[in-house]
T-cell receptor, first 112, second 112 residues
Framework: AQSVTQPDIHITVSEGASLELRCNYSYGATPYLFWYVQSPGQGLQLLLKYFSGDTLVQGIKGFEAEFKRSQSSFNLRKPSVHWSDAAEYFCAGGTSYGKLTFGQGTILTVHP | GAGVSQSPSNKVTEKGKDVELRCDPISGHTALYWYRQSLGQGLEFLIYFQGNSAPDKSGLPSDRFSAERTGGSVSTLTIQRTQQEDSAVYLC??????????FGPGTRLTVL
């Protein structure tokens, strides 16, 4: 079955520290992959997307993600976290644009 | 408006009643998506529109759920004979042509 897994339910980092949120996928073929962020009281916002080509994808707000076929992973990274990055992050995948399967989400807490 | 809007923001209904949820996408966006978010199930795909047609409605949980889109703009999600398990936040998103980029704030549905 097609699935997207986020192994970490909750991650805590200090402001200014680097961040990596994990995402693993299980699809027969390489899916389209996405990262979304949901801030408290805000709607889901697309951070970045991978369709094909360059495996390192740049997104908004200083985020990037790297597609690794050998590890079936699409981890999200940021070199230096800001307090405003505290939110819930969702990885999603699909073989068509419309129907995405979302991971369970990772809650990011940022300590000052 | 600048973003995707949804109405009502909150809806409380009694089991067995019908409800209609509305989504106004960003002007000019041809693709429109309905998802729902609940504690137990996470984010689930419901249906996807390209223009006024729905290429993929495989996520609708039962025949009590239906959706339409008129004029390539506004969409309505209708749930007939609501059940308690329908309680969730119903999210609408739109995009120009590929994956959902902009989500609305959602409609929180509570079925008593």
């Amino acid at each position: 079955a097609q699935s997207v897994t986020q192994p970490d339910i909750h991650i805590t980092v200090s402001e200014g520290a680097s961040l990596e949120l994990r995402c693993n996928y299980s699809y027969g073929a390489t899916p389209y992959l996405f990262w979304y962020v949901q801030s408290p009281g805000q709607g889901l916002q697309l951070l970045l997307k991978y369709f094909s080509g360059d495996t390192l994808v740049q997104g908004i707000k200083g985020f990037e993600a790297e597609f690794k076929r050998s590890q079936s992973s699409f981890n999200l990274r940021k070199p230096s976290v800001h307090w405003s990055d505290a939110a819930e992050y969702f990885c999603a995948g699909g073989t068509s644009y419309g129907k995405l399967t979302f991971g369970q989400g990772t809650i990011l807490t940022v300590h000052p | 408006g600048a973003g995707v809007s949804q109405s009502p923001s909150n809806k409380v209904t009694e089991k067995g009643k019908d409800v209609e949820l509305r989504c106004d996408p960003i002007s000019g966006h041809t693709a429109l998506y309905w998802y729902r978010q609940s504690l137990g199930q996470g984010l689930e795909f419901l249906i996807y529109f390209q223009g006024n047609s729905a290429p993929d409605k495989s996520g609708l949980p039962s025949d009590r759920f239906s959706a339409e889109r008129t004029g390539g703009s506004v969409s309505t999600l209708t749930i007939q004979r609501t059940q308690q398990e329908d309680s969730a936040v119903y999210l609408c998103a739109s995009s120009l042509e590929d994956a959902p980029g902009y989500f609305g704030p959602g409609t929180r549905l509570t079925v008593l």
